[in-house]
């Protein structure tokens, strides 16, 4: 549970340092997507409950337009690490910015990343789903307009 809380607060902190940018853009498709994203797991449940809390809150309180969230969540067989090189290099391409200040993929089985560009704002969310006797990787993607 103390990584759960560990969690929930980074992805505060991230919504928070992410709701602030300018312009357009089209935030990435899928990898592989799957309609059902995790397995029943208690604390996997918890984590993706807090991120969906969390995240949309941090957006609205970092003047994000709440008619303007969207959020997408899907299952991917690619690893934790396929999925963060994926998003970087797609949103990189695109023009999106990666903040510095988010944690980014750690050793614990969790990516954290927030991007910019213009008046956009994303957050993606992707968990290790073998580290809660899954297979593949769960992603959370949280994104608005301010």
Not at 119 to 129: E, M, R, S, T
Request: aromatic content about 8%.
């Amino acid at each position: 549970m103390k990584s759960v809380r560990r969690v929930l607060l980074v992805v505060c902190a991230l919504a928070l340092l992410v709701a602030c940018g300018g312009g357009t853009a089209t935030v990435p498709t899928a990898l592989a997507k799957n309609d059902s994203p995790a397995a029943a797991n208690a604390p996997l449940d918890a984590i993706i409950a807090g991120w969906k809390t969390e995240a949309r809150a941090g957006l609205e309180l970092g003047m994000v337009l709440p008619e303007s969230i969207v959020e997408e969540a899907y299952t991917s067989s690619a690893d934790l690490k396929a999925v963060d090189e994926y998003y970087n290099k797609q949103l990189g391409v695109s023009g999106w910015l990666f903040r510095k200040r988010t944690p980014g993929l750690n050793a614990d089985g969790f990516m954290l990343s927030g991007y910019e560009q213009g008046n956009q704002a994303l957050i993606i969310g992707a968990i290790d789903l073998t580290k809660f006797g899954g297979t593949g990787t769960y992603v959370y993607i949280v994104h608005g307009t301010k």
